[in-house]
């Protein structure tokens, strides 16, 4: 059963970037989709976007403006960043793997804040 | 963007007793080439990240008990637990994959009464 760990700050300051890091293991990067999703009691779950294997992205609209989905395969890492951060994007942020088409395995969370 | 909307938002039941979950989307989410329903049942319990239990809106994922089922298609779906047991206290979220953005209900939190 793979597992997956987020790890980054979680702390934030206004208009910086957020940076969080998902390794996966008990399971190789190949042939899933890697997802990041974040949970706030304002906007409940909310995906972010996700990286395919071969590296391919795929980002939700209301976001693709300011985030950026990287894979690291050679360690079993991908990475989430998110430019010019607001008090709305405090948030519990998960990595998710994705077989099919459903969230079939997540991180446990981390929570960021962002505030000065 | 698809919109799912779940009913109640929250819900008391006795212990023993069947609880019910609906779901329902903007658009259908039944994809006629594979005569499936793109949808799927979470349940996430306080502290921990949500988990699986039922995809394609009704085939439970492997070590789900069965007292939990899926059921519906094109826009309205329903999440029943036959017999509630004290563990299955939790939020349960519905969550449309038939496209992106990927999107989810608010979520409906499940008591004992």
């Known amino acids: 059963q793979v597992q997956l760990q987020e790890s980054g700050p979680g702390l934030v300051k206004p208009s910086e970037t957020l940076s969080l890091t998902c390794t996966v293991s008990g399971g190789s990067i190949s042939p899933y989709y890697w997802n990041w999703i974040r949970q706030s009691p304002g906007k409940g779950l909310e995906w972010i976007g996700y990286i395919y294997h071969s590296g391919s992205t795929n980002y939700n609209p209301s976001l693709q403006s300011r985030v950026t989905i990287s894979l690291v395969a050679s360690k079993n890492q991908f990475s989430l960043k998110l430019h010019s951060v607001t008090a709305a994007d405090t948030a519990v942020y998960y990595c998710a793997k994705m077989s099919a088409h459903w969230f079939d395995s997540w991180g446990q969370g981390t929570l960021v804040t962002v505030s000065s | 963007d698809i919109v799912m909307t779940q009913s109640p938002d929250s819900l008391a039941v006795s212990l023993g007793e069947r609880a019910t979950i609906d779901c329902k989307s903007s658009q259908s989410v039944f994809f006629s080439s594979n005569n499936k329903n793109f949808l799927a049942w979470y349940q996430q319990k306080p502290g921990q990240p949500p988990k699986l239990l039922i995809s394609w809106a009704s085939t439970r994922e492997s070590g789900v008990p069965d007292r939990f089922s899926g059921s519906g298609s094109g826009t309205y779906f329903t999440l029943t637990i036959s017999s509630l047991q004290a563990e299955d206290v939790a939020v349960y979220y519905c969550?449309?994959?038939?496209?992106?953005?990927?999107?989810f209900g608010q979520g409906t939190k499940l008591e004992i009464k």
């Open positions: 969550q449309q994959f038939y496209n992106t953005p990927y999107t």
